[in-house]
């Protein structure tokens, strides 16, 4: 771990710094469809922890997080209507596209 900090290099060890349980299970991501669908796939926004894995590489060229959670976040935004997807995990904040934003020390008020 001290050698990875030196190098300011990007990982992850279980129970250190990060958790499996932050990973929802399929059935939480079932859930999400089946809420999604009750409503035609169409809502306002969308506020979750990562983001769809099309703009992994847009926060930070080097990184190579794609896993289930952002893959099935790339079929949410093929399938839903929302006006503003927010996100936080990156710890940066900015407009990513006109309609996907990552939060970090930034506060939106949602009307």
């Known amino acids: 771990r001290k050698q990875l900090n030196e190098r300011r290099a990007l990982y992850r060890v279980n129970h250190l710094s990060w958790w499996?349980?932050?990973m929802p299970s399929l059935e939480e991501m079932e859930e999400g469809?089946?809420?999604l669908s009750l409503y035609d796939y169409d809502v306002d926004y969308?506020?979750?922890h990562c983001c769809p894995g099309e703009l992994l590489e847009l926060i930070h060229p080097d990184?190579?997080?794609e896993n289930e959670l952002t893959l099935y976040f790339d079929?949410?935004?093929k399938g839903c209507s929302?006006?503003?997807w927010y996100f936080g995990h990156y710890h940066v904040d900015g407009d990513l596209t006109?309609?996907?934003t990552a939060l970090?020390?930034?506060?939106v008020r949602i009307n």
């Open 104 to 107: 970090c020390n930034s506060i």
């Open 33 to 35: 469809l089946v809420n």
């Open 46 to 48: 969308i506020i979750s």
């Open 20 to 22: 499996k349980e932050e």
């Open 82 to 84: 929302y006006k503003k």
């Open 98 to 100: 006109d309609r996907k």
């Open 63 to 65: 990184l190579k997080e």
């Open 75 to 77: 079929t949410l935004k």
